[in-house]
């Protein structure tokens, strides 16, 4: 195929990309569907679905014409807008690396992962990491083995960080998470040995049907709309999108504890006004929805932590969660409920965990992939090392691999080098506040009052907006300036100095 | 592409089959979520997903060496086995079907459909036909279209019908509907002058949790393996199959009717026990599933009235219906209930229509249909034809199009010539349990324990197993002989007979 014109090579192009959007939709609503309405033994016909839209995918984007196409197109480069010319980028950083993986064991891959997922689920649940060990063997061979399709010239981790935050390595990565334990560790020790905080009754029975009304007031709140996007329920809380017109946020309900969904609620809502924040021009491109992981965990961390565990959002939500559930929270007051949301103690499971130690839980596995992809660290001593890790940086002991090395889906989704993103999502935000107060000045009289529409307003227009057109490094410089992790760790010395009075 | 050898083109055949089965799987689960998960304003995304998705699967069947693979296996028939001679045959059907529509009028009337979809929701809750006329008026021109398209030979509501329902004819149907009126109509008059049933406290208050619960319940009780067949809620109940080991069924709860979601379960639930008895052998084939909509039927309404509405499976059920709802029932018992749930009365929903009526909703959709496609009556005339048949059918007035004419969403789905399989799927069953009978002995004593094994299996071994291996005239044959309708009319006579004491 050639191309004689310009307008011909566009119109190859806008046909691609909106194909590429149909099957990324047809495949995105298979596996929300898997995740939440298909009976549990399902799993065998949507494999073969996947195994052939997985091919089909392949040969779509793989093939040579596309090089053609690409390279026409780079060659007319002055004639294209803006937006078409990071679309060909963007399509060329795909094309080339999936040029390089051979069809048969990207279709392999995919099949692998449609298993695994399987084999974690019961894997987890009969707490058997043998089990599961020999799927995430083939994972790291296949993620190891991607790494020097994609970037022959990095190290292979390096390779797969960038998949998720565009230039990010182990170099810098080492650095901005020596610079947390740094300041993390001692402000933990304070805190463990100051008086402690009462949680117990966000443990009390909250049934999920209140639960249910509780996250609709949430949504609410978030000023999410609802004609937009919809909750479904999980095992594991995740937002997923089809176009910025249709976002899926998921929740999982548990009846011994209310701020589990809460939560994940806010945070799931978060990713989800990055995404229905976009602009309507890149839908059905390449360019469409958030950036980066780390760019997207930004923001759902912002809602989740900076927004959903401050005073004034507290403030502004506590009469709607006694009217919700008053009998168990009748001798609690809004102090009260703000110190328990917010209490910091280590603790085994990184969903679960608390604002301070979060980070700690990330660098336990940022370690343990390092290792792996590395070769230094066989599968068959995963568990003596999160183990080990998890007594040397959060001093616990860690009495199984459910609640250890088979929390996480990550790892049976083939994500291997995305939880830095969560870490450093976490720390982008509070450079970013820091901004939007420079704006807006003071935010916090709105929050109170459940008015987020200035807060979300103004992440719009600087981040949700450019879904990808801007890359992750290059909008949080044209957002921020240069990153820097003391926005983040000065935040976290300023909260629990005061929470725990240290 | 021609073939070298049969094995070669067998494998051709499998890849193709495999794929068409991958897409019905992916654009199955889009319609599902459509319709039980998405929020309300995502249709437009979901149209253009469609609309790429159709044009694909279009090419895929229509492509040139189809024609070359069918024809090279029907040459080489000989060498095949019975099944993949079948699969052939199928192949060859929808080849030229699909052969003779032109493209780009496929792919408009894909368009076209996902459209009518939201115009027909919102004229309904509007009673607004005008808004749905020129959705209506298109459809109805493409079927014409296409009819001439599928069998040029065939008068075009024949050909319409002979998508449903293979061999089916109006000269078959005409006499069919006038030996079902010649009986229904005079039982009607003697029921109407008899003294009426009360069933006014099947429309008390039913919560929607508890109405949940007896859901599952009557899957239990209908035998139906809920790790293969998951419950979903929609405005119209339906079913829908991916394979025969995943399979979802669903229903409408309204709090103030216990029965309308108790029905729809046990229908959805006979449709799904034919998907989910399919040998395993036809999956991922054009074989896999039911053979026909008249086979369908047969097979829901079987469930839905010979075994639901007997007083044996309200003997088996009504306890535990006592106990979900003790207080609504407190002055009920099983003779009452059993009388009030098979109360015939003419009114105007076809869904909630009794058994002794509901042929008569379908004649009037039948008279409706033949005068649109042959042009005898005009789409805007349908309201007013509609209201003057369900007078002369039926007796009552119909006060609006939203419980009129807009009714069902057969139309607005393209589906002009399904109605009828209803009336035959009904007049099916009694036939068939005639011969099961035979074959059984009485089967009451079971249905009186809930215990519907040997029913099912029956079903299974004569009906469900053969999924779309036998055609539907020649299965039925096999199973019952030549189709007479006065085992259905004999049903009806004799059971309204003793009900009303005439």
New interface residues.
């Given amino acids: 195929m050639s191309y004689e014109t310009t307008d011909q090579a566009l119109s190859a192009l806008k046909k691609l990309e909106?194909?590429m959007?149909?099957y990324d939709?047809?495949?995105g609503?298979?596996y929300?569907?898997a995740t939440?309405?298909?009976?549990?033994?399902?799993w065998?016909?949507?494999g073969?679905?996947m195994?052939?839209?997985s091919q089909?995918t392949y040969d779509l984007l793989a093939r040579e014409e596309n090089g053609e196409l690409l390279a026409f197109l780079e060659a007319h480069s002055g004639e294209l807008d803006s937006q078409t010319r990071r679309e060909v980028e963007m399509l060329r950083k795909r094309y080339d690396e999936i040029h390089r993986v051979p069809a048969e064991e990207y279709v392999a891959y995919s099949v692998l992962l449609n298993d695994a997922q399987n084999v974690w689920n019961k894997a987890k649940l009969n707490d058997d990491f043998d089990a599961f060990a020999p799927y995430l063997e083939k994972i790291v061979t296949f993620n190891r083995k991607f790494a020097g399709y994609y970037h022959p010239e990095m190290k292979p981790y390096d390779a797969l960080l960038n998949e998720y935050e565009e230039g990010m390595t182990m170099e810098t990565l080492d650095v901005f998470f020596a610079q947390l334990r740094k300041a993390i560790v001692p402000l933990l020790e304070k805190v463990q040995s100051a008086p402690q905080i009462d949680d117990s009754f966000l443990f009390r029975h909250y049934g999920a049907?209140k639960q249910r009304v509780f996250s609709d007031y949430l949504m609410e709140v978030l000023g999410i709309d609802?004609?937009?996007?919809?909750i479904?329920e999980t095992e594991h809380p995740y937002t997923t999108e089809?176009?910025n017109?249709?976002?899926?946020i998921t929740t999982h309900y548990y009846e011994n504890n209310l701020v589990s969904s809460m939560f994940s609620v806010i945070h799931e809502g978060g990713h989800a006004l990055y995404e229905l924040g976009c602009d309507d021009k890149y839908?059905?491109t390449v360019l469409a929805g958030g950036v980066s992981m780390g760019v997207h965990e930004s923001q759902s961390r912002f809602y989740e932590n900076l927004i959903g565990r401050s005073r004034a959002f507290v403030h502004a939500i506590f009469p709607k969660v006694k009217e919700l559930f008053p009998e168990q929270l009748a001798d609690v007051d809004e102090t009260m409920f703000y110190r328990a949301i917010n209490k910091a103690q280590p603790s085994l499971i990184r969903t679960e965990a608390d604002e301070l130690t979060y980070c700690l839980h990330i660098m336990v596995r940022y370690e343990i992939e390092k290792r792996l992809i590395d070769g230094t660290l066989a599968v068959k001593d995963v568990p003596a090392a999160w183990k080990a890790l998890y007594k040397q940086y959060l001093g616990v002991d860690v009495p199984n691999d459910r609640e250890g090395c088979l929390q996480d889906s990550h790892w049976s989704g083939g994500g291997i080098g995305y939880f830095p993103s969560y870490a450093l999502g976490s720390a982008y935000g509070p450079q970013m506040l820091h901004e939007m107060e420079k704006d807006l000045g003071d935010i916090w009289a709105d929050v109170s009052k459940g008015d987020l529409s200035r807060v979300t307003r103004w992440l719009r227009e600087h981040i949700h907006h450019h879904a990808s057109f801007i890359k992750p490094g290059e909008l949080f410089r044209q957002v921020c300036g240069e990153f820097d992790p003391r926005y983040y760790t000065d935040y976290l010395t300023k909260k629990y100095t005061e929470l725990y009075d240290l």
């Fill in positions: 909106g194909t959007a149909a939709h047809a495949m609503v298979l929300l569907d939440t309405a298909a009976p549990s033994e399902s065998e016909g949507r073969k679905t195994e052939v839209l089909i049907e609802r004609t937009h996007c919809a479904a089809f176009n017109k249709d976002v899926r839908n059905y």
